[in-house]
Structures are given as C-alpha cells and as structure tokens.
C-alpha cells in the first residue's frame, strides 16, 4: 500500500523537464494524472529510482486550435476534453469519449499523454485519438522534437515507440470534416471498470453510402487498434444495418484479444464486430441493435 | 515551482487546508491521504481501497474533487486542498449534509465525507442535474450499505432547492 | 414510495415507534467526526507490514529477516513458528482442525500471511517486509471441490478430521461411515420424510446443478487493530471486530491470557455485513508482538488488496444439487439439496455454520415437509471465509427458486401459479417446517399479490410480447423468499462437539441520573445499523419520553452490564424491544413506588410525559426531576427496603430458547430461527443475445419483516441488500487462476456496484407481525440481500427461454450467457 523510496523531481518548464528525462532515464517514471502510475508505485508493482512529476509544466496544458488543428497538451486533463467547448464543437468524438472515463474525480486528474504513453489494451482517448485523422503524436527529448503519426506510437501492451528519454508534449488533431460523424461505444461489464471492449467510429456518408470509415477499437488487441479490413469493407458500401454488420465481421480476423478474468479472448473477438457495427451505425443516425 | 528539497531527502512543501495556510517537510512517496490523516490529523477523509475506486478518500483539490490515494503529499506544494472538515460548519450540518440526514442516506457513513464533496461538485455543476446525470457524477463513489437510491433522492432534493432559492 | 409520510401498521398509536425517526449518527458521519479504528491514535504506536505466500501450496523451508531487522526503524518480526511457541492456536469450529494468524510450517493459500513486520510507519514495515527472505518449496495444490474430493493432494496434511468421519443423521439414528473422505472438513446428511420415495412417484422431477461462486461483503473499511500489552496478562485492543463477546473466546486462550484482562474496544465499524466477525487474528499478533516489544502499541491495517487475499474475507462457493419432486398441477412433494462448499483452506469459524443455516428453512416460504439436506464441507488452498449477510440463507434461496421457476416452465404453468400452489397458507402458522423449525408468521399470498399489482405483471409480460416482436428480450422474474432472523448459537458449533454454545441473550440497562435524565446502554457493536437512535425511540417509547432527550451508551465487551451478543442475524431490533421493557418495567415499578411514597398515596400511578403522576388525576404527580433526585441525593425520602438509585437491567431470551417448540431444536443442535421475514420481487432485465450483456432495468419488492420501527432506516438497509445482491449476481466474483492467484484482488476486478450499476428499485411493504416477538416484530438487517439474488437469477432466465437456454451459475457473466446460447443452440453461434 506504500511506494518504495523514490527521489522526487518537479520541473517548472518543458525545458527543464526535457533536460531532467534525459539526464534520470532509464530509471525514471513521468507521474501525470497517477490513474496508473499512482497504483503501480502504491502497489510496489513499479519501483523507480526517479519520479519526475509532469504536473507543474505549463507548457504541458491547454486545448486551443492552432492553422486548423486542435492542439492538446500532454498534460490537458481527460476532464477538460470532456468539457472543452472548442472539441465539443470540431471533434466532439473526443468529449464523448472523454466523458465515459471511469469518473469525474479521476478525469479531473488523468491526462491524454499518460493514457498515450501507458500504451494500455482498453484505454479510451488513444482508442479515439487512433480513430481519427491525422493525429500525431509529439516527444521531445535530448534530441529534440518528433512528430510520431498515432498509428506508430503502439507497440505492444504497455510498450510505446517513444524512447526512455522522451516524453509527451502535445498531441496534434486535425479538425475532422464537417460531415464527418463520430461515436463512441463501451462494452462494460460494470461501469467503474476497465471495458471489456470499446469502439471509436468516424464515418461520412452520401446518399446512403458510406464514403470514407476509420474504426479504432480497445480491449481487441494488446494495445488500441484499427481495423483496416473492417474500415475497406464499410467504405463504398450501404448504410444500412445488414451491411454494416457485414462488414465489420471482419474485426474477428484483425483482433488479437487478451484473455482476462472478466472476458476470454474468444468473447473479445466474438463481440468486436458486434460493437465496431453499432459504433458505426451510431455514428450514422441509426440504432445498431439489429444484428 | 521548484521541488525545494531538504538535506533528509524531503521536500518543504508549502500548502492551504481548510483554508489554513501551512508548510511542513514531508517524503516524496508519502500518500496524500496519510499526509492528510496522519500529518495534519484530519481523520474525517478514509482511506478505502487506496487503488482509486471507491473514493472514500475523496477530498478538493484547487476546487476539483480528486481521489488522494493516488496522489502524494509533495504535489500539494502550491495547491489547495479542502476535506470534509473544511465544508463542515464549527456547529451543525451545512445544506447537503443536512439533506443527506434526512434522506437516511447513509449507514456505516465510511464513504460519505466523500460523497459530501462529491455531491458538493456535482451541484456547482449542473443546475438541475437528472437523475441519470446525477447517477453518472457519483459513480466514482462506493456506497457499500446504501444501494444509492436515497443519495439520489437527497441530491434531487438539494438541486430543487436550488432552484427554487435561485441558487 | 414517501417513507416520510408512512407509520406502521401496529404502531399507529405509539408516539415515536413506528415513525421514521433520523438517525442521530449522522451528524457524526457526514461531518467525518466519526472515528473508525484506523482513526484512533494510539501515541507511540509502531506499525506492521506482511509478508504473504505467492504460493497457493507451499512448505516454509526457512524465513531469514536478517536483513529486514538491519532497517533502521524496524523493531520485530515474528513467524509462524514463534506464534506456534508461544501462542495457543486458534479454535476451529470443526475439530481438528489448527490455524495460526501466521502461517505454520506451510502456506495453505496464495497471499497467506507467513511473517508480521513491524517498525516505526507502515513504509518502513513494507520496506522491511521486502527484505525478509522466505524459502519455499512448492506444493501441488488442490483448487476446485472435486479436485480436493479425489484427494490427490491434501490440504490438512496432518489433520485426523481430514480421514473424513462422516454423520449420517438419519430420522433416527446416527452413523459413522468408514470411507475416508479427503479435504472434506465435515459431511452429514439430513433426511425428514420419504425423499427417494417421493421422487420416484413424481409427475415430474426437476433436477439442477447450481453454482454460486465466492463473493462477500468487502466493506471500505477493512480489518486492522491496534494492541497495547499492559503487563501481566493484560491488553488493551482496538480493534473493528463484530462479536467481540465470542471471538474474545478465541483471542484470550491465544494470547495465553483471561478474557476478563482482555479489554477490547470496538469503535464503529465502517461497514461489516458479518464479514468482521472474523477480525481476530490481527488482535492476537499486534498483541503478541507489544508484549514482546515491553508494551509499545503495535498497529495493523489490512490493505484493501491483502483484504481481498488474505483477510479471509470470501464467502459462498457453492455447488447445489437439488431435486424437486411434483405433481403435475405444480405441487412440490419433496425437495432435496446437496450443498458441496468449497471452504478454502481452513474451517475457521464460520463457513461451515452458514452451510447449516438453511436447514430451518429447507423448502423456504412451501410448504413441503418432506425434505433432505446433505453438506459437504471441502477444502482446498484458497482463501477461508467468513460470515456474510444472511450467513449462508441467499444461495438456498436462489437454488431453491431455481427449481419452482423449472418446474413452471415443464408444466406450462406461469411462475406466480407454481408458488401459490406450494405457499404454506397463512393459517397454517406458526408452521412447522420438515426440519423441525416453527416459523412464527407470513402471507406470502398477499405480498406476492401486492408486488404482482405494484409491478403491473400483465403490462410488463404485454411489453414483453411486443419487444420480442421487435427482436429485444426482456427477461422477468417473479420469486418470493424467506429472510430468517434471529438466531441462536446451538447448531452454530454443530461440527464440534468439543463447544457448547446455545440461546443467545441480549441486555439493556436503562438508568436515570439525579436530574431525570435516561440514559440506556446496550452490548453491541456498530457499522450501520444506527443503533442509538433505534434505542433512544425504543426507551422513549417506553417511558414516554422525548427519544431525543435519551443517551445511549454503547457498552464494549468487558463493561458490560449483562450477557449479549451484539449485532448478527437480524437480531438486535427484537431482543432490544423485549429487553427494554422488561428493564423499563423495573424502571417504572421502582419510580411509581418511590412517588407514591413521597405523594404519601397507594393509588395506581404511571410514567409519561416526563411525570410520574395518578393515573386517575394527572394534576397529581411528580416530574422526574424530583424522582431521580429523592433516587441519587435526597435519599431520606426513599420509601422504607428501597436502595437509592435508578437504574434496571433486563436481560431477554432469544425467543428460540422461550418458545417450548424450539427446544428439541436447541437439544439436537439444528437451526432454530423462529422468525421469518420475506420478500416477494420482480426483477425486468432486458438481454442482449449479441453481446450477452443483461441490462436491469427494474426491480420490484414487496418485503415484509412484520412491524417495523423506523420505516426509513429499514427501507434503506434493503436498498443496500438489494445492491449486495445485484453485485453477487453480475459482477462480484473472487476470481482465482488456474495457478491458484487471485485475480480479483482489487475493486477494479472485484465489482462493487456504483450508482451507475443498479436500476430503479420500486419498494412497497407489508407487514405480518411475528406472535411471538415484541411488538410483532421481525428483523430486517439482512434484508433484500437474502431474496434477492433468486429474482434475478429467474429474470435472466425468463429472457433466455426463448433460446431454449438457461444459466445455472451466478456470477452471470456476459461470456457465460453466450455460452449457455451456443449450448441450446447445440454448440453452434
């Protein structure tokens, strides 16, 4: 229930946070919101000989629009993409999402670079984030910035592409199509739990037909996933039930499920179609429980 | 603000509690809520799971309620911090407590300093809050006795009042 | 339902019984002025860590705490082995059997404490706990019941019981069988009437195998103690333990002390639901090790992880066997259980009386005296158990409403048909069950009808018939269960022989001071149930007093003024109502005689109103000033043979002791619970086949537990058995690996239900009053956790009719629907 000892260090810059992740790493853990890295080191699961506390970084914070993208902090709580009037308007995938994430007193501390850099199966925002356009990660570290595109920041559970010396700044987001139309959907078994699957959609439609469809998933894969052969099925195809459950049928093939106490791996594949149809037909005005 | 460390591997941290301005030398790793239990003797915040689901270990920070299990002391530094104790008047029961007794809305009362911030935030928040709503704003708080229905009921009850003073 | 308005039936005329009275604990909860027993500082206390087994089965070759003891700031670290040296075991309810708070010699569970660090905070202690080093050698281990009924490996090595003697209590005689029975801690059978036989005649058999797999209570409080040695054989511990009166019993012998030196302070608890009855261990080593650190305070507080692994804190691993013999209009002629109950690891002192417990009630709220009972106490290398709400009655319910809900589909009868027909009448009361239990009262017809009305069946099942149509499957079910209360210790200790245990008291001493002010004290101890105010209106009541001008002193264990148990079992309303007149009595007998003498009058005289005064002229008379004054300080005006002072102490007999029918019961150490509340329910659920999630979204009940004191106090400790039960039902499960972990070692796996996992829960009443108890009535503490779980068991496989599937197993998982879909579906999606 106690953490082993561990120096503490809070810097009151970006630079000076930079500068004191190259000179600790690799012995060093980034504190943000503490959803995770709060448990581990109170639960002796992670014993660093550093902490460097990412809370007093203003340059970390902040949600503003910036040449037609939307500019989110590492630090920005999941609370306040929740209730960011500007996301609400451009990406309202986002705020939806947000606002599913375990409760408010935690999203008033979890960030959207920890659930980024913790790289975990059934984390929401980096399952919507993956689902949208463009998105791009950015690190800094000794060697200076690095745009990583989303779709290359997963790695494996828990296991990023960012290097031990790099940390989170902001995430880019491009503002979405004003036609493009989103939801969000869990699969709980009880609310304050981790999903046992979620599914993020973004889909545009003409005229009954589905012209372009990004579908992201948690809980299907050790890390958050897209599901390309899902997403080819759908564009070029009907907006109607039958057919989206057809096509999403293919999320069986591109899930590799963990298997866990609430839900085998053979439940997870089972279901990930049923869900990326729903959160698709969600999306596009319909109810989704048909099939 | 920088981490202003001591010679015994602490850090001086300078904090308000209650509205009490206070400094005091503590651990990197010593949990918020032991510094608020132990340190500042301010028994009324429990801890109850210490892995941030129950929330019985609940209390504001800057305003925003947090779950202090998975915070440390050290982040305190320049911060403010209210528990249970600070909303409660010298003498009596301030308006939610007093709806929450008469709504019986607790038994074992473990978890309601929590719920009292809890609702506390979730009033300033939503001005006339639907049950869903209000469901959806404590579903960071584990009421082990009380099934919730009559927690819910004091909040209705509270937000209607609310309306009805203008609040 | 505006329990503000409402006044039970029975109490109309009573000035403060029957109201919902606030309760006065409150200002003390919301304001967190409450202190729970992590809360009291015990100057100079040192604080402990443990180290636990990470193996489900292991020998403890060695335990090396050099290096832990080089900390600076450690002081102690004690094993098993010393406990073993130098501390008695601590009882076992089935004899036998050995247990130490510390593992001895091997660790029988994943997460079994093996050695109790102890230094200045509880940093340093898990700092140390990190170093000591423990050599094992693992075991194979035994981790499901019929595993452990092979008896490839033994989990009680060295234990005779383990040979496995097995009773066979036949209707008349018993027999010892010969046949070893491994890991088997106990195994009788009870048989009343003609089971086989019935069964073989049947129109139609129902046979189920149902699992009910650990869950418990896990209050946000958990177990922890704080212990002073104060020299020669004296302790002080504060402690969150229930019971304190028993589980001193086994505390005292452990610590080689009396229990009169023993003085254990049990502040209010956080929330127990029995679980705390099973807080001895952590007072017998945080003793233990101030006695050996000369009387410095020692502090343990269980983490809610260690909680969850080793606080020994799981109930209800249950497989039934049950078999129903009917008619084919729907009449039950026989019923037959078989319990196998996986224990864990030891006996304790719990489980395996929460086997026994549905013997009173067999066949629930039917009428069906031919009945058997067989329970298979297993053992394997998990965790133990301790008490839990309704102690063993929720998972008999669910069995046995599983099986009328069966026999209502084979029969083409609707759910309510198959009860009615089966319900013991109400003139048929007080009944005697097939077990020899009397049960005092019910009209289960009538709660049954008023949730029928209240729910508005015939528009739920025509909603139901539509959304079908539109492919959505709304599931309802319609059940009605017993909630006993009120027990009595004699079949507690049934397993050995080595206990007598029987009857279960309670006292009250009712005082009042020189200046007329009352002042009740009661033996029990708290984590809810508002005990104060409930006797603050009782005494009010009775003396006709203003309830808010009553203090009420609850009285630990070594203070107090007479025999008593405390809360469990629904009990603590009833035996305070009988035991609070009975010393008001005294009371007032006393106060009349001594106005009399100072009025110089033999006229009848009452006490009301603050007065003692002429019944036949109220003008005349005395204020209790005056009266508690001539008691305490103005003793010259006693009537002549009355010693000064005001204060009467009453002890009531648990009416299972009083009522004669009963006492076969006591003498052949069966479950005598004489008073039966229960609840009529209809839970909707709405199933999704395409997930195999279920949605609730209503819940009906109708409860009746007789008269009832506080109708908001009572309807709220149903809302939270209501939510024990939903969680039992969907989402709580103590989860192990095939490796023997516990998975579910934290709230995020172990679902507790939050104000977003329940649904709307529409309550009415009735009340049935008990012949036998005060004022007509029944406990209620347990209540909507013990029928609860039926309903909804039955709800979700009303849904799941249509797919020619069903689910025997709780918890009711969205993974194990599905499965239960493919099987009907013959294996396929």
Excluded at chain 3, 119 to 133: F, P, S, T, W
Excluded at chain 3, 435 to 454: C, M, P, R, V, W
Excluded at chain 3, 511 to 517: H, I, L, R, T, Y
């Amino acid at each position: 229930m106690t953490a082993v000892d561990f120096a503490y260090h809070r810097p009151a810059s970006l630079g000076e946070a930079v500068r004191m992740v190259g000179e600790l790493a690799p012995d060093v853990a980034l504190l943000a919101g503490g959803g995770s890295l709060g448990i581990l080191l109170n639960e002796r699961a992670a014993r660093p000989a550093n902490v460097v506390d990412l809370n007093e970084v203003p340059e970390l914070r902040g949600i503003q629009e910036e040449n037609g993208e939307i500019w989110i902090g590492a630090m920005a709580r999941v609370y306040d993409v929740e209730s960011s009037e500007l996301l609400a308007e451009l990406v309202p995938l986002l705020p939806a999402c947000a606002s599913t994430v375990a409760d408010p007193s935690l999203r008033h501390r979890v960030t959207v670079g920890g659930g980024l850099a913790y790289a975990d199966s059934s984390a929401s925002l980096p399952t919507a984030l993956l689902a949208l356009d463009g998105v791009t990660v950015h690190a800094a570290g000794p060697r200076g910035e690095r745009p990583i595109p989303i779709d290359e920041l997963f790695v494996a559970s828990h296991e990023t592409s960012l290097a031990p010396n790099e940390l989170i700044t902001h995430v880019t987001v491009p503002v979405p199509p004003t036609g493009a139309r989103t939801a969000w959907l869990d699969l709980d078994r009880r609310h304050l739990s981790y999903s046992l699957v979620s599914a993020a959609a973004v889909v545009e439609t003409d005229d009954g037909t589905i012209r372009s469809a990004r579908v992201a998933m948690a809980g299907i894969a050790p890390t958050p996933r897209r599901l390309s052969a899902v997403e080819r099925a759908l564009v070029d195809g009907p907006t109607d039930e039958a057919a989206v459950h057809g096509a999403t049928t293919a999320a069986a093939e591109e899930a590799d499920p963990p298997s866990d106490l609430h839900a085998s791996a053979d439940y997870r594949r089972r279901v990930a179609p049923v869900l990326a149809a729903r959160a698709v037909l969600e999306a596009i005005g319909r109810t989704g429980r048909g099939g | 603000m920088n981490a202003k460390r001591t010679n015994r591997g602490s850090i001086r941290i300078v904090t308000s509690v209650n509205g009490a301005a206070l400094e005091r030398e503590v651990k990197p790793r010593l949990r918020l809520t032991d510094f608020i239990r132990q340190e500042l003797e301010l028994t009324g915040t429990n801890i109850g799971c210490g892995h941030g689901v129950c929330g019985a270990c609940t209390v504001l920070f800057d305003g925003q309620t947090v779950k202090s299990c998975l915070m440390f002391a050290v982040q305190a530094d320049g911060h403010e911090i209210t528990t249970i104790e600070g909303v409660t008047p010298v003498d009596g029961l301030n308006e939610i407590q007093r709806a929450l007794k008469a709504n019986f809305a607790f038994q074992c009362g473990y978890c309601s300093p929590g719920f009292v911030l809890a609702i506390q935030q979730l009033l300033d928040r939503y001005e006339n809050p639907s049950e869903e709503e209000i469901r959806f704003a404590l579903g960071g708080n584990v009421c082990r006795c009380s099934g919730y229905v009559n927690i819910v009921r004091a909040v209705q009850q509270l937000a209607r009042e609310r309306v009805r003073v203008g609040a | 339902m505006e329990t503000e308005e409402r006044v039970s039936k029975g109490l109309e005329r009573a000035r403060y019984l029957g109201r919902s009275t606030e309760r006065r604990e409150d200002s003390r909860l919301l304001t967190g002025r409450q202190r729970y027993v992590d809360d009291i500082v015990v100057p100079g206390a040192l604080e402990a860590a443990l180290v636990r087994s990470p193996f489900p089965h292991a020998r403890i070759k060695g335990i090396d705490a050099s290096e832990a003891l080089e900390l600076p700031g450690v002081y102690l670290v004690i094993t098993g082995e010393q406990l073993a040296r130098d501390t008695d075991a601590m009882n076992q309810i089935v004899a036998g059997y050995e247990q130490y708070p510390l593992a001895v010699g091997r660790a029988r569970y994943a997460g079994e404490p093996v050695a109790f660090v102890v230094a200045e905070n509880r940093y340093i202690a898990e700092d140390a706990a990190d170093l000591v080093k423990v050599d094992y050698e693992p075991l194979p281990a035994v981790l499901d019941r019929d595993a452990a009924m092979r008896g490839d490996v033994l989990v009680a090595e060295s234990d005779t019981s383990s040979e496995g003697e097995r009773f066979v209590v036949g209707e008349a005689e018993d027999e010892l069988a010969d046949e070893a029975e491994p890991n088997i801690a106990y195994h009788e059978e009870f048989t009343f009437g003609d089971v086989e036989g019935a069964l073989r005649e049947a129109d139609h058999k129902v046979e189920r195998q149902i699992i009910w797999r650990r869950s418990c209570g896990v209050p946000l409080d958990t177990n922890g103690a704080t212990a002073i040695y104060e020299g020669d054989g004296h302790y002080t511990i504060y402690a969150n333990l229930q019971i304190p009166r028993v589980f001193n019993t086994i505390i005292a012998p452990a610590l080689r002390t009396a229990t009169n030196k023993l003085h254990i302070i049990v502040p209010p608890m956080g929330g127990s639901y029995g679980t705390k009855m099973n807080n001895y261990r952590w007072p017998i080593v945080c003793g233990y090790a101030s006695k050996l650190l000369g009387g410095r305070p020692v502090k343990f507080k269980e983490s809610m992880v260690e909680s969850l692994e080793q606080g020994e804190s799981h109930a209800y691993d249950r497989r039934y066997t049950v078999r129903g013999a009917f008619r084919s209009d729907g009449r039950m002629t026989a019923y037959s259980v078989l319990l196998e109950e996986d224990l864990g690891a030891y006996p304790g002192m719990l489980g395996p009386a929460m086997t026994l417990k549905p013997i009173s009630f067999i066949s629930g709220p039917f009428d069906v005296p031919v009945q058997s009972y067989e329970v298979k106490m297993v053992l394997t290398n998990k965790s133990p158990q301790t008490a839990y709400r309704g102690f063993g009655s929720a998972p008999h319910n669910l069995a046995l409403a599983a099986v009328m809900q069966q026999a209502a589909f084979d029969l083409g009868l609707e759910p309510e048909e198959v009860l009615r027909k089966n319900f013991i009448p109400p003139d048929k009361f007080p009944y005697t069950t097939g077990s020899g239990n009397q049960i005092d009262s019910g009209n289960y017809n009538s709660a049954l009808t008023k949730t029928i009305e209240f729910a508005d069946l015939e528009a739920l099942r025509r909603h139901q018939r539509e959304l079908r149509e539109q492919g959505r499957h709304l599931g309802i079910g319609v059940t009605l269960g017993l909630e006993p209360s009120m027990f009595d210790y004699a079949y507690f200790v049934r397993t050995n022989d080595a206990v007598p245990m029987s009857g279960a008291p309670e006292y009250i001493t009712v005082a009042m001071d020189s200046m007329g002010q009352v002042t009740a004290f009661i033996g029990t101890t708290e984590s809810g149930q508002a005990y104060e105010t409930l006797t603050a209106t009782i005494v009010g009541e009775e003396l006709g007093v203003d309830p808010e001008s009553v203090e009420v002193v609850l009285q630990q264990a070594t203070e107090a003024d007479g025999p008593g148990f405390g809360q469990g079992a629904s009990r603590m309303t009833v035996m305070l109502l009988g035991a609070a007149k009975g010393a008001c009595d005294k009371l007032r007998a006393k106060m009349i005689k001594i106005a009399q003498h100072a009025l110089g009058t033999e006229e009848e005289m009452v006490v009301s109103d603050g007065r003692v005064y002429v019944e036949d002229d109220p003008q005349r008379g005395l204020p209790f000033i005056v009266v508690g004054g001539i008691a305490h300080v103005d003793t010259t005006k006693l009537p002549p043979g009355v010693e000064p002072g005001l204060k009467a102490t009453h002890v009531f007999d648990n009416p299972s002791v009083t009522i004669d029918s009963h006492k076969g019961l006591q003498a052949n150490r069966l479950p005598s619970y004489p008073s039966m509340a229960y609840a009529a329910m209809i839970p909707v659920v709405e199933l999704d086949p395409a997930t195999g999630k279920v949605e609730l979204r209503d819940l009906f009940i109708c409860y009746d537990c007789g008269t009832v004191l506080n109708p908001a106090t009572v309807e709220a400790l149903h809302h939270g058995g209501i939510a024990q039960a939903i969680g039992a039902v969907f989402y709580e499960e103590f989860t192990y690996s095939e490796d023997g972990q516990l998975l579910a070692n934290n709230l995020w796996d172990y679902g507790l239900p939050t104000s977003r996992d329940l649904c709307p829960i529409h309550s009415t009443t009735d009340e049935t009053p008990s012949p036998w108890m005060p004022l007509g009535a029944k406990g209620a503490a347990e209540g909507g956790y013990i029928a609860t779980p039926a309903g909804l068991l039955a709800a979700v496989n009303d849904a799941l009719r249509p797919f020619g599937a069903r689910i025997d197993e709780v918890p009711i998982t969205p993974e194990r629907v599905l499965e239960v879909i493919d099987a009907a579906n013959g294996g396929e999606r």
